[in-house]
């Protein structure tokens, strides 16, 4: 018969038994040390920053873990400090960094913004003529940026040569070469699109790898300034215009999604978006009855196509694809399409942020003469 | 000190608590279900970093959408106390007057949902050991014939092939020519030189050595388009709670055999004249 000492023995076995389980599975684990080092230096929460899928830890002594856009945690390590144990040696960078190879445009942007691009960077996948960003023009016409190679062709002798400590990119594929090139190597684009946030805290991302947190706090409290001054002058809004923001291609229609940036702009400023029930990746894409259901009564197209590649009036717009003609914007609405240099323009996401909010309520802004998009002419003169 | 826990262990039986630590759970997963939604990037990362790391950062610091997650957990441990306890005083029950009952048989089929109960707890127990863990390594990228480590681990993983499925039905133009399945053909290696060739395609993982190897993307991805290089890109992971939570499923697949056999009229017939 089990008396009560018995019954109190079984569940302590039990207990015994279920804790013995799992810490024989977790020291037959070899990969628990970088784990437990984690946890020992754990940070306060405050010292913390979550940005969209990317996050940076302020550890003790001046360092900081980092968690890029493929959730790979990186740890920077201030210069003359020995690196702490449980990170590979791919995955840990001296701070400040001192020469960088970055893919996008929008990461050279915000080495602007940080105030490091004319010292750091040394490579690019695009060549001279396709720079707008003066320190990048003039670096490469002083040999001193050089240009590396188109994405699927890099010539790893001359990423080689120019020694950057760090390369960005959005090409996964790179990793391994880079990785036996010595070369620490940062994806900085996600699975997921950037919301709002993120794209405005991208730069507190790239900031501990320069040391240039003070500028980084500047910037996003520029931008949110001007995100605030939005959504004050919006609620003044009676009108709703339903934006799309998208191209059909000859195969293949991609859109903003919902949870993209300019998806929670457009509802911040009191537009509709059409594809707010769209969830994903960048450039995601849709079936085309989606996107011409979605055009049926939308007043504001923003489309992918530059004047440069396409988008020079309504009329060649709905030439490329017959079928986009369809949707409202193109015969009763309004169409913009970004100029050349807005790829290039994140260092001024502020303007283009309020340019937006403008193209959707002209009628708050009058007045406002736009730099960053162009609204199409029914044909082309 | 022995009526102190006496005092406890009457708490944890009741069936009151369990009603209320059922309420609790719905209410709590209800609100969570929209509180998820609300912020999903802060969950996310709980896929690959251990419970405790994804409480002391993302957890802690979104407490505003976060909080009834910590509630549920502590629930779900009060819930499986309960169950425990409740199930423990049953069995000592049924063991004090196994003599009375007919057959072992009885005894055995009486057990039944007590396995079952056990089991659960068992599941849970497995559960809560991969968050708290498991190790994952993230974006294992692998190019064509290039062994490459595992991180944390002696093992290496070659990619010796990728075979990429495209949609040729001809019905949906947009999908012409795009992958549409994707298998990478693997070999793995330990440092003993023990070697394993495996297949892992998307929802069909690869196992060597107590490590799971998914794959998580891939390239090329359509024939034409935009060029790029050959490669898979594999999540590991090493899972120390995959053999609880097995031994718990087979446990309570074991106790629903035993309590389907004893629900029928053959069952019946062996618990009759047993103990009320």
């Known amino acids: ?23 024989g599975c977790n020291s037959s684990s070899e990969a628990s040390i970088q784990e437990k080092n984690a946890e020992k230096a ?84 695009a060549p001279k003529d396709e720079w707008v960003i003066p320190e990048v023009v003039q670096g490469m016409e002083s040999g001193k940026i050089a240009f590396l190679g188109s994405y699927n062709s890099i010539d790893f002798e001359v990423l080689k040569k120019t020694g950057p400590e760090m390369a960005m990119t959005w090409d996964h594929s790179v990793i391994p ?16 699109a950037m919301c709002l946030n993120a794209k405005m805290k991208f730069v507190n991302f790239l900031a501990p790898f320069f040391g240039k ?62 594809f707010d029930d769209v969830f994903g990746a960048s450039c995601i894409e849709i079936s085309m009855e989606r996107f011409l259901t979605g055009g049926e009564d939308a007043e504001i197209l923003f489309t992918y196509r530059t004047p440069l590649t396409g988008a020079t009036s309504k009329e060649a717009l709905a030439k490329t694809n017959p079928s986009m003609s369809a949707i ?13 240099h807005y790829s290039q323009s994140g260092h001024k996401l502020d303007e283009i942020l309020l340019e937006i909010a403008a193209i959707v309520h002209p009628d708050l802004y009058p007045n406002y003469e736009r730099k960053y998009f162009t609204e199409l002419p029914e044909k082309d003169a | 000190m022995d009526a102190l826990i006496k005092k406890i262990w009457h708490a944890l039986a009741s069936v009151r608590l369990t009603f209320v630590c059922m309420t609790c759970l719905c209410v709590c997963a209800g609100i969570g279900y929209f509180l998820i939604r609300s912020q999903v990037h802060v969950f996310k990362p709980l896929q690959d970093l251990s419970l405790i790391s994804w409480a002391k950062t993302w957890g802690l610091t979104h407490i505003s959408v976060t909080w009834w997650f910590f509630l549920l957990l502590a629930l779900l441990a009060l819930l499986c106390l309960n169950t425990l306890v409740c199930t423990t005083d049953r069995v000592n029950a049924i063991w ?65 092939g990728l075979q990429t499925r495209t949609y040729q039905g001809k019905r949906m133009a947009p999908f012409d020519g795009r992958a549409i399945n994707a298998t990478a053909s693997l070999l793995f290696e330990d440092s003993k030189g023990r070697t394993k060739t495996a297949q892992a395609g998307i929802n069909r993982p690869a196992r060597f050595q107590g490590l799971s190897v998914h794959m998580a993307e891939f390239a090329p991805r359509s024939e034409g388009g935009m060029v790029r290089r050959k490669y898979a890109g594999l999540t590991v992971r090493q899972d120390p709670g995959i053999p609880i939570y097995y031994a718990g499923m087979a446990l309570f697949v074991l106790g629903l055999i035993f309590y389907v056999f004893s629900i029928t009229p053959w069952g019946e017939r062996h618990m009759r004249g047993s103990y009320a």
């Not at chain 1, 076995?13 to 799992?22: P, S, V």
């Open chain 1, 177 to 192: 070469i880079l990785e036996d090139l010595g070369i620490p190597c940062l994806i900085t684009s996600t699975p997921v």
């Open chain 1, 328 to 340: 409202q914007p193109l015969h009763a609405g309004k169409v913009f399409a970004p100029l050349p």
């Open chain 1, 213 to 274: 947190e003070t500028e980084a706090s500047e910037y996003f409290g520029q931008v949110a300034g001007v995100l605030q001054e939005i959504a004050e002058k919006a609620a003044q809004a009676e009108e709703h215009p339903k934006v799309m923001w998208g191209d059909i291609y000859e195969k293949r229609v991609l859109v903003e999604p919902g949870n993209a940036w300019v998806g929670e702009l457009v509802g911040l400023a009191m537009g509709d978006y059409v």
């Open chain 2, 96 to 160: 004090r007057n196994r003599k009375r009952l007919p057959s072992r048989t009885s005894l055995v089929l009486r057990l039944s949902p007590h396995i079952m109960h056990y089991s659960l707890i068992i599941i849970l127990a497995g559960y809560l050991t991969s968050y708290i863990f498991a190790n994952t390594v993230t974006s294992l990228i692998l190019l064509p014939d290039r062994p490459t480590r595992v991180e944390n681990t002696s093992i290496t993983i070659t990619l010796t």
């Open chain 1, 1 to 23: 018969m089990l008396n009560f000492k018995n019954k109190i023995l079984i569940l302590s076995t039990f207990i015994f038994t279920a804790l013995l389980f799992c810490t």
């Open chain 1, 42 to 125: 754990a940070p306060t929460p405050a010292s913390f920053l979550a940005l969209g899928e990317f996050s940076v830890e302020y550890l003790e002594d001046g360092y900081v873990k980092v968690r890029d856009g493929a959730k790979r945690e990186f740890l920077l390590v201030p210069r003359g400090k020995p690196p702490l144990e449980g990170f590979p040696k791919s995955r840990i960078v001296e701070t400040p960094v001192r020469s960088v190879a970055a893919y996008g445009y929008f990461d050279i942007s915000i080495l602007k913004v940080l105030g490091v691009i004319e010292d750091v960077l040394v490579g690019v996948t």
